[in-house]
């Protein structure tokens, strides 16, 4: 039996923990994603939408993608963690 991983989070940095987490274990670990929200917005493109050179929907997206990496995707919100 695999050992299982759970990523509270998909912004930028939960994003890239859950996808290198995967590529790193076995197939037995299952990596999981949570997340309250159903799309991400790369956070640096934040300085176009400042100066008005971009919209929101030029850089956000949904983080849907992340199941065709082998990560399971949980949208809600955390309320309590207990390791046991």
């Known amino acids: 039996m695999g050992r299982t991983v759970i990523v509270l989070g998909v912004g930028l940095g939960g994003l890239v923990a859950a996808k290198t987490l995967r590529k790193m274990l076995p ?14 917005f790369f956070p640096p493109s934040l300085l176009w ?24 995707l949980r949208h809600g919100n955390v309320t309590r963690i207990d390791p046991s």
């Open 49 to 72: 939408l400042m100066v008005g050179d971009r919209k929101p929907k030029d850089f956000t997206r949904s983080i849907d993608w992340l199941t065709n990496c082998g990560v399971e």
């Open 27 to 40: 197939d037995s670990d299952h990596v999981i994603a949570v997340d309250r929200a159903d799309t991400h």
